[in-house]
Protein backbone atom coordinates (compact mmCIF):
# COMPACT_ATOMS: atom_id res chain seq x y z
CA UNK A 1 0.00 0.00 0.00
CA UNK A 2 1.33 3.52 -0.42
CA UNK A 3 2.48 5.27 2.06
CA UNK A 4 1.13 8.56 3.22
CA UNK A 5 3.99 10.98 3.11
CA UNK A 6 2.59 14.40 3.47
CA UNK A 7 2.43 14.32 7.38
CA UNK A 8 6.18 14.18 7.50
CA UNK A 9 7.21 15.97 4.66
CA UNK A 10 10.34 16.88 6.14
CA UNK A 11 11.61 13.95 7.53
CA UNK A 12 10.60 12.01 3.89
CA UNK A 13 13.03 14.52 1.64
CA UNK A 14 15.86 13.93 4.53
CA UNK A 15 14.97 9.67 3.91
CA UNK A 16 15.60 10.42 0.07
CA UNK A 17 19.27 12.12 0.54
CA UNK A 18 19.92 9.99 2.92
CA UNK A 19 19.35 6.64 0.70
CA UNK A 20 19.10 7.07 -2.56
CA UNK A 21 18.52 3.27 -2.87
CA UNK A 22 15.32 3.58 -1.43
CA UNK A 23 14.41 6.35 -3.38
CA UNK A 24 15.23 4.79 -6.58
CA UNK A 25 12.92 2.10 -5.78
CA UNK A 26 10.09 4.32 -4.76
CA UNK A 27 10.22 5.63 -8.43
CA UNK A 28 11.13 2.45 -9.75
CA UNK A 29 7.55 1.42 -8.20
CA UNK A 30 5.42 4.16 -9.37
CA UNK A 31 6.75 3.26 -12.91
CA UNK A 32 5.87 -0.34 -12.98
CA UNK A 33 1.72 -0.15 -12.86
CA UNK A 34 0.96 -3.88 -12.93
CA UNK A 35 -1.40 -4.62 -15.67
CA UNK A 36 -3.97 -7.79 -15.17
CA UNK A 37 -3.51 -10.67 -17.70
CA UNK A 38 -6.70 -12.65 -16.98
CA UNK A 39 -8.99 -12.92 -14.36
CA UNK A 40 -10.48 -16.21 -13.98
CA UNK A 41 -13.16 -17.63 -11.26
CA UNK A 42 -13.97 -21.41 -10.67
CA UNK A 43 -16.58 -22.19 -8.43
CA UNK A 44 -16.79 -25.82 -7.18
CA UNK A 45 -18.93 -27.43 -4.60
CA UNK A 46 -15.98 -27.07 -2.23
CA UNK A 47 -14.14 -24.16 -2.59
CA UNK A 48 -14.55 -21.02 -5.32
CA UNK A 49 -10.92 -20.01 -6.28
CA UNK A 50 -10.50 -16.24 -7.84
CA UNK A 51 -7.54 -15.63 -9.99
CA UNK A 52 -6.01 -12.12 -11.08
CA UNK A 53 -2.93 -12.67 -13.42
CA UNK A 54 -0.69 -10.09 -13.78
CA UNK A 55 2.73 -9.10 -15.36
CA UNK A 56 4.71 -8.38 -12.10
CA UNK A 57 3.48 -9.69 -8.86
CA UNK A 58 0.45 -7.83 -7.56
CA UNK A 59 1.11 -5.95 -4.20
CA UNK A 60 -2.36 -6.42 -2.34
CA UNK A 61 -4.23 -6.25 1.32
CA UNK A 62 -7.51 -8.02 1.52
CA UNK A 63 -9.86 -7.89 4.50
CA UNK A 64 -12.86 -9.75 5.87
CA UNK A 65 -16.44 -8.23 6.75
CA UNK A 66 -19.26 -8.85 8.28
CA UNK A 67 -23.06 -7.94 7.73
CA UNK A 68 -23.05 -8.89 5.06
CA UNK A 69 -20.27 -11.05 4.32
CA UNK A 70 -17.74 -9.48 2.30
CA UNK A 71 -14.42 -9.38 1.41
CA UNK A 72 -12.51 -6.54 0.20
CA UNK A 73 -9.23 -6.80 -1.65
CA UNK A 74 -6.72 -3.45 -2.37
CA UNK A 75 -4.37 -3.45 -5.16
CA UNK A 76 -1.91 -1.07 -5.50
CA UNK A 77 -0.33 0.63 -8.65
CA UNK A 78 -2.97 -1.54 -11.37
CA UNK A 79 -5.08 0.28 -13.41
CA UNK A 80 -9.32 -0.51 -14.13
CA UNK A 81 -8.68 -2.33 -17.28
CA UNK A 82 -11.42 -4.05 -19.37
CA UNK A 83 -9.35 -7.24 -18.48
CA UNK A 84 -10.44 -6.37 -14.76
CA UNK A 85 -13.57 -5.13 -14.86
CA UNK A 86 -14.52 -8.63 -16.27
CA UNK A 87 -14.30 -9.88 -12.91
CA UNK A 88 -18.04 -8.70 -12.39
CA UNK A 89 -19.63 -11.04 -15.04
CA UNK A 90 -17.47 -14.09 -13.83
CA UNK A 91 -19.80 -14.70 -11.25
CA UNK A 92 -22.03 -17.28 -11.70
CA UNK A 93 -25.44 -18.06 -10.38
CA UNK A 94 -24.80 -21.34 -8.67
CA UNK A 95 -21.66 -20.62 -7.31
CA UNK A 96 -21.61 -21.62 -3.74
CA UNK A 97 -20.15 -18.74 -2.25
CA UNK A 98 -19.96 -15.40 -3.97
CA UNK A 99 -23.24 -13.19 -4.55
CA UNK A 100 -21.86 -10.21 -6.94
CA UNK A 101 -18.45 -9.03 -7.37
CA UNK A 102 -17.42 -5.10 -7.82
CA UNK A 103 -14.66 -3.60 -9.29
CA UNK A 104 -13.68 0.39 -8.54
CA UNK A 105 -10.85 2.69 -8.53
CA UNK A 106 -10.35 4.08 -5.05
CA UNK A 107 -7.93 6.36 -6.10
CA UNK A 108 -5.15 6.90 -9.01
CA UNK A 109 -3.78 3.89 -7.74
CA UNK A 110 -5.73 1.63 -5.94
CA UNK A 111 -8.03 -0.39 -7.09
CA UNK A 112 -10.79 -2.10 -4.81
CA UNK A 113 -12.27 -5.30 -5.40
CA UNK A 114 -15.46 -6.23 -2.95
CA UNK A 115 -16.80 -9.47 -2.87
CA UNK A 116 -20.04 -10.16 -1.55
CA UNK A 117 -20.79 -13.35 -0.06
CA UNK A 118 -23.65 -16.15 0.11
CA UNK A 119 -22.63 -17.17 3.08
CA UNK A 120 -19.58 -17.08 5.98
CA UNK A 121 -16.19 -17.89 3.87
CA UNK A 122 -12.23 -18.50 5.79
CA UNK A 123 -10.73 -16.98 2.42
CA UNK A 124 -6.85 -18.13 1.94
CA UNK A 125 -5.24 -15.68 0.07
CA UNK A 126 -1.72 -16.08 -1.50
CA UNK A 127 0.82 -15.18 -4.69
CA UNK A 128 2.35 -17.47 -7.39
CA UNK A 129 5.49 -16.94 -9.42
CA UNK A 130 5.29 -17.89 -12.99
CA UNK A 131 5.11 -20.95 -14.22
CA UNK A 132 4.55 -22.74 -17.82
CA UNK A 133 2.08 -20.51 -19.59
CA UNK A 134 0.98 -18.51 -16.35
CA UNK A 135 2.42 -15.08 -15.41
CA UNK A 136 2.47 -13.34 -11.81
CA UNK A 137 -1.45 -14.92 -9.95
CA UNK A 138 -3.01 -14.02 -6.86
CA UNK A 139 -5.02 -16.33 -5.91
CA UNK A 140 -7.77 -16.10 -3.23
CA UNK A 141 -9.47 -19.48 -2.19
CA UNK A 142 -13.10 -19.27 -0.39
CA UNK A 143 -13.60 -21.90 1.52
CA UNK A 144 -17.09 -22.36 3.93
CA UNK A 145 -16.55 -21.34 7.55
CA UNK A 146 -15.85 -24.43 9.63
CA UNK A 147 -19.05 -24.47 11.02
CA UNK A 148 -20.13 -26.21 8.35
CA UNK A 149 -20.20 -29.82 8.75
CA UNK A 150 -18.49 -32.01 6.91
CA UNK A 151 -19.67 -34.74 4.80
CA UNK A 152 -18.11 -38.51 5.43
CA UNK A 153 -18.59 -39.36 1.97
CA UNK A 154 -16.52 -36.90 0.36
CA UNK A 155 -14.20 -35.77 2.92
CA UNK A 156 -12.54 -33.38 0.33
CA UNK A 157 -12.83 -30.05 2.06
CA UNK A 158 -11.55 -31.48 5.77
CA UNK A 159 -8.34 -32.64 3.32
CA UNK A 160 -7.93 -29.99 1.46
CA UNK A 161 -8.23 -27.74 4.97
CA UNK A 162 -5.35 -29.82 6.69
CA UNK A 163 -3.39 -29.57 3.54
CA UNK A 164 -3.62 -25.72 3.92
CA UNK A 165 -2.60 -25.94 7.02
CA UNK A 166 0.31 -27.53 6.24
CA UNK A 167 -1.03 -30.69 9.07
CA UNK A 168 -1.91 -33.24 5.74
CA UNK A 169 1.00 -35.18 6.09
CA UNK A 170 0.83 -35.66 10.08
CA UNK A 171 -2.97 -36.64 9.83
CA UNK A 172 -2.08 -39.00 6.84
CA UNK A 173 0.23 -41.19 8.88
CA UNK A 174 -2.15 -41.39 11.50
CA UNK A 175 -4.95 -43.52 8.88
CA UNK A 176 -3.88 -47.36 10.08
CA UNK A 177 -2.72 -49.64 7.51
CA UNK A 178 -5.94 -51.51 5.89
CA UNK A 179 -6.93 -53.83 7.99
CA UNK A 180 -7.81 -57.67 6.61
CA UNK A 181 -11.10 -56.99 5.18
CA UNK A 182 -13.79 -59.31 5.75
CA UNK A 183 -14.62 -61.45 2.36
CA UNK A 184 -17.52 -60.26 1.31
CA UNK A 185 -16.65 -56.26 1.71
CA UNK A 186 -16.53 -54.66 -1.33
CA UNK A 187 -13.63 -53.50 -3.23
CA UNK A 188 -13.17 -49.72 -2.68
CA UNK A 189 -12.28 -48.16 -6.57
CA UNK A 190 -10.69 -44.53 -6.20
CA UNK A 191 -10.68 -42.48 -9.89
CA UNK A 192 -8.49 -39.59 -10.59
CA UNK A 193 -9.54 -37.54 -13.39
CA UNK A 194 -6.11 -35.64 -13.74
CA UNK A 195 -5.68 -31.89 -13.09
CA UNK A 196 -9.04 -29.43 -13.04
CA UNK A 197 -9.71 -26.07 -12.55
CA UNK A 198 -7.07 -23.48 -12.90
CA UNK A 199 -4.74 -26.54 -13.84
CA UNK A 200 -5.62 -27.44 -17.69
CA UNK A 201 -3.31 -30.48 -18.21
CA UNK A 202 -2.23 -30.63 -21.90
CA UNK A 203 -3.58 -29.11 -24.17
CA UNK A 204 -4.16 -30.16 -28.02
CA UNK A 205 -3.31 -28.35 -31.21
CA UNK A 206 -7.47 -27.74 -31.52
CA UNK A 207 -7.28 -26.39 -28.27
CA UNK A 208 -9.05 -29.59 -26.30
CA UNK A 209 -8.22 -29.67 -22.98
CA UNK A 210 -6.60 -32.84 -20.84
CA UNK A 211 -8.51 -31.74 -17.97
CA UNK A 212 -12.07 -32.28 -19.64
CA UNK A 213 -11.67 -35.01 -21.57
CA UNK A 214 -10.31 -37.33 -18.41
CA UNK A 215 -13.19 -36.15 -16.43
CA UNK A 216 -15.71 -37.07 -19.19
CA UNK A 217 -13.91 -40.68 -19.37
CA UNK A 218 -14.02 -41.40 -15.28
CA UNK A 219 -17.81 -40.53 -15.16
CA UNK A 220 -18.09 -42.77 -18.31
CA UNK A 221 -16.25 -45.43 -15.78
CA UNK A 222 -17.25 -44.68 -12.99
CA UNK A 223 -20.99 -45.27 -14.08
CA UNK A 224 -19.85 -49.17 -15.72
CA UNK A 225 -17.95 -49.50 -11.86
CA UNK A 226 -21.46 -48.43 -10.25
CA UNK A 227 -23.11 -51.32 -11.89
CA UNK A 228 -20.96 -53.80 -11.00
CA UNK A 229 -21.76 -56.38 -7.28
CA UNK A 230 -19.54 -55.74 -4.65
CA UNK A 231 -17.38 -53.12 -5.78
CA UNK A 232 -18.18 -49.15 -4.51
CA UNK A 233 -16.31 -46.60 -6.66
CA UNK A 234 -15.50 -43.04 -5.44
CA UNK A 235 -13.92 -40.02 -8.11
CA UNK A 236 -10.80 -37.19 -6.38
CA UNK A 237 -12.95 -35.22 -8.35
CA UNK A 238 -15.95 -34.78 -10.34
CA UNK A 239 -16.34 -30.72 -10.93
CA UNK A 240 -13.74 -28.33 -12.93
CA UNK A 241 -12.13 -27.99 -9.58
CA UNK A 242 -8.18 -27.82 -8.40
CA UNK A 243 -7.16 -30.53 -6.50
CA UNK A 244 -3.42 -31.13 -4.94
CA UNK A 245 -1.39 -34.17 -5.95
CA UNK A 246 -1.46 -35.30 -2.38
CA UNK A 247 -4.95 -34.26 -1.35
CA UNK A 248 -5.99 -36.79 -4.22
CA UNK A 249 -3.74 -39.73 -2.44
CA UNK A 250 -5.18 -38.79 1.02
CA UNK A 251 -8.57 -38.84 -0.41
CA UNK A 252 -8.05 -42.42 -1.61
CA UNK A 253 -6.80 -43.27 2.02
CA UNK A 254 -9.04 -41.79 3.95
CA UNK A 255 -11.91 -43.58 2.05
CA UNK A 256 -9.64 -46.80 2.24
CA UNK A 257 -9.33 -47.34 -1.59
CA UNK A 258 -8.21 -50.89 -2.63
CA UNK A 259 -7.02 -48.95 -5.36
CA UNK A 260 -6.44 -46.12 -7.53
CA UNK A 261 -6.50 -45.58 -11.12
CA UNK A 262 -5.64 -42.08 -12.14
CA UNK A 263 -6.77 -40.71 -16.20
CA UNK A 264 -4.48 -38.65 -18.03
CA UNK A 265 -4.31 -37.74 -21.85
CA UNK A 266 -0.88 -35.95 -21.58
CA UNK A 267 1.01 -34.28 -24.33
CA UNK A 268 4.28 -35.14 -25.88
CA UNK A 269 7.18 -32.78 -27.18
CA UNK A 270 6.93 -34.74 -29.98
CA UNK A 271 3.45 -34.30 -31.68
CA UNK A 272 3.83 -37.50 -33.68
CA UNK A 273 3.82 -39.42 -30.57
CA UNK A 274 0.86 -41.78 -29.86
CA UNK A 275 -0.49 -44.30 -27.94
CA UNK A 276 -1.84 -45.53 -24.74
CA UNK A 277 0.59 -46.24 -21.54
CA UNK A 278 0.18 -47.29 -18.36
CA UNK A 279 2.44 -46.60 -15.60
CA UNK A 280 2.94 -47.86 -12.12
CA UNK A 281 4.87 -46.36 -9.33
CA UNK A 282 9.36 -46.40 -9.59
CA UNK A 283 10.33 -45.84 -6.38
CA UNK A 284 14.32 -46.07 -8.29
CA UNK A 285 13.64 -43.93 -11.50
CA UNK A 286 11.65 -43.86 -14.58
CA UNK A 287 12.03 -47.06 -16.76
CA UNK A 288 12.56 -44.90 -19.96
CA UNK A 289 13.07 -40.80 -20.59
CA UNK A 290 9.57 -40.72 -22.09
CA UNK A 291 8.68 -41.72 -18.56
CA UNK A 292 10.70 -39.58 -16.74
CA UNK A 293 9.62 -36.41 -18.73
CA UNK A 294 5.98 -37.71 -18.01
CA UNK A 295 6.31 -37.98 -14.36
CA UNK A 296 7.95 -34.64 -14.64
CA UNK A 297 5.55 -32.53 -16.13
CA UNK A 298 2.46 -34.22 -13.95
CA UNK A 299 4.34 -33.50 -10.43
CA UNK A 300 4.27 -29.95 -12.02
CA UNK A 301 0.88 -29.85 -11.76
CA UNK A 302 0.52 -28.54 -7.92
CA UNK A 303 2.61 -25.45 -9.20
CA UNK A 304 0.16 -25.04 -11.98
CA UNK A 305 -3.16 -25.45 -10.44
CA UNK A 306 -1.27 -23.37 -7.47
CA UNK A 307 -0.98 -24.30 -4.18
CA UNK A 308 -0.35 -21.91 -1.59
CA UNK A 309 3.49 -22.04 0.03
CA UNK A 310 1.74 -24.16 3.53
CA UNK A 311 0.54 -27.26 1.87
CA UNK A 312 3.78 -27.46 -0.23
CA UNK A 313 5.98 -27.62 2.89
CA UNK A 314 5.47 -31.10 3.03
CA UNK A 315 6.34 -31.87 -0.58
CA UNK A 316 8.72 -34.70 0.01
CA UNK A 317 9.04 -38.43 -0.28
CA UNK A 318 8.34 -39.50 3.28
CA UNK A 319 5.48 -41.07 2.38
CA UNK A 320 7.22 -43.08 -0.53
CA UNK A 321 9.89 -44.22 1.71
CA UNK A 322 6.82 -46.67 3.51
CA UNK A 323 5.94 -48.21 0.09
CA UNK A 324 5.19 -52.00 0.77
CA UNK A 325 6.40 -54.18 -1.76
CA UNK A 326 2.56 -56.01 -1.51
CA UNK A 327 1.44 -52.38 -2.88
CA UNK A 328 4.02 -51.81 -5.45
CA UNK A 329 3.84 -55.49 -7.13
CA UNK A 330 -0.05 -55.18 -7.14
CA UNK A 331 -0.07 -51.71 -8.84
CA UNK A 332 1.99 -53.22 -11.66
CA UNK A 333 -0.13 -56.11 -11.59
CA UNK A 334 -3.36 -54.09 -12.00
CA UNK A 335 -1.46 -51.78 -14.62
CA UNK A 336 -0.44 -54.70 -16.54
CA UNK A 337 -4.38 -55.79 -16.30
CA UNK A 338 -5.37 -52.26 -17.86
CA UNK A 339 -2.73 -52.12 -20.09
CA UNK A 340 -4.03 -55.90 -21.68
CA UNK A 341 -7.44 -54.35 -22.44
CA UNK A 342 -5.62 -51.10 -24.05
CA UNK A 343 -4.05 -52.89 -26.24
CA UNK A 344 -7.94 -54.18 -28.06
CA UNK A 345 -8.48 -50.76 -28.39
CA UNK A 346 -5.71 -48.37 -29.38
CA UNK A 347 -2.18 -48.64 -30.14
CA UNK A 348 0.03 -49.02 -27.44
CA UNK A 349 3.24 -46.28 -26.98
CA UNK A 350 4.92 -49.17 -25.08
CA UNK A 351 4.13 -52.84 -25.17
CA UNK A 352 4.54 -53.10 -20.85
CA UNK A 353 3.67 -51.11 -18.21
CA UNK A 354 6.46 -47.76 -17.56
CA UNK A 355 7.43 -47.46 -14.30
CA UNK A 356 7.95 -43.24 -13.27
CA UNK A 357 8.11 -41.31 -9.88
CA UNK A 358 4.28 -40.06 -10.08
CA UNK A 359 3.65 -38.35 -7.04
CA UNK A 360 0.00 -39.45 -7.14
CA UNK A 361 0.83 -43.32 -7.25
CA UNK A 362 2.87 -42.80 -3.86
CA UNK A 363 -0.22 -44.01 -1.50
CA UNK A 364 1.94 -46.60 0.67
CA UNK A 365 -0.84 -49.25 0.89
CA UNK A 366 -2.60 -48.83 -1.94
CA UNK A 367 -2.10 -50.50 -5.74
CA UNK A 368 -2.56 -47.49 -8.04
CA UNK A 369 -1.52 -46.81 -11.41
CA UNK A 370 -1.72 -44.05 -13.77
CA UNK A 371 -3.32 -44.79 -17.49
CA UNK A 372 -2.51 -42.09 -20.22
CA UNK A 373 -5.49 -43.25 -22.66
CA UNK A 374 -3.91 -41.21 -25.37
CA UNK A 375 -1.36 -38.17 -26.62
CA UNK A 376 -3.87 -35.22 -26.55
CA UNK A 377 -0.58 -33.87 -28.50
CA UNK A 378 -1.36 -36.13 -31.53
CA UNK A 379 -3.73 -34.36 -33.46
CA UNK A 380 -4.83 -38.11 -34.67
CA UNK A 381 -5.58 -38.92 -30.59
CA UNK A 382 -7.01 -36.04 -29.72
CA UNK A 383 -9.79 -36.04 -32.49
CA UNK A 384 -10.18 -39.49 -30.99
CA UNK A 385 -10.44 -38.51 -27.69
CA UNK A 386 -12.90 -35.85 -27.67
CA UNK A 387 -15.73 -38.90 -29.23
CA UNK A 388 -18.23 -40.36 -26.93
CA UNK A 389 -17.17 -44.30 -28.60
CA UNK A 390 -13.29 -43.40 -28.09
CA UNK A 391 -14.14 -42.63 -24.05
CA UNK A 392 -16.32 -45.47 -23.63
CA UNK A 393 -14.12 -48.16 -24.99
CA UNK A 394 -11.80 -46.56 -22.79
CA UNK A 395 -13.69 -46.00 -19.78
CA UNK A 396 -14.36 -50.04 -20.91
CA UNK A 397 -10.99 -51.21 -20.93
CA UNK A 398 -10.17 -49.74 -17.51
CA UNK A 399 -12.84 -51.66 -15.74
CA UNK A 400 -12.48 -54.78 -17.16
CA UNK A 401 -8.66 -54.36 -16.66
CA UNK A 402 -9.56 -53.54 -12.93
CA UNK A 403 -11.60 -56.59 -13.06
CA UNK A 404 -9.05 -58.47 -14.15
CA UNK A 405 -6.49 -57.62 -12.01
CA UNK A 406 -9.23 -58.17 -8.88
CA UNK A 407 -9.37 -62.46 -10.15
CA UNK A 408 -5.30 -62.48 -9.61
CA UNK A 409 -4.29 -60.23 -7.10
CA UNK A 410 -1.68 -60.84 -3.99
CA UNK A 411 -3.16 -60.23 -0.39
ZN1 LIG B 1 -2.03 -35.28 -17.28
Redesign the pocket.
Known amino acids: MPKTFSPKKRLFIKGIIATCLLSVTRIGFAVAMAKIIAVRIWPSSTYTRITLESTIRLNYKSALLYNPDRIVIDIDNIDLTPTLKTISSKVLSHDPFIKLISVNKVNPKIIRIMIVLKQGVEPNTFTLSPIAEFKHRLVMDLYPTRSISINDDDPLLALLEEYKDGDLNKKQANIPPPINKKKNAPIIVMLDP??GGEDP??IGYNKTK?KDI?LQIARRAYNLLKKENNIKVHMTRNEDVFIPLKVRVAKARSLHADLFVSI???AFTNRSVRGSTVFALSTRGASSSAASYLAQT?NK?DQIGGVSRSGDKYLDNTILDLVQKTTLSNGALLGSAILNRMKGINKLHKPTIEKAGFAVLKAPDIPSVLVETAFISNVVEEKKLKTASFQNQVSKAIVDGIKDYLKKRKN
Open positions: GHGAEVHADQA
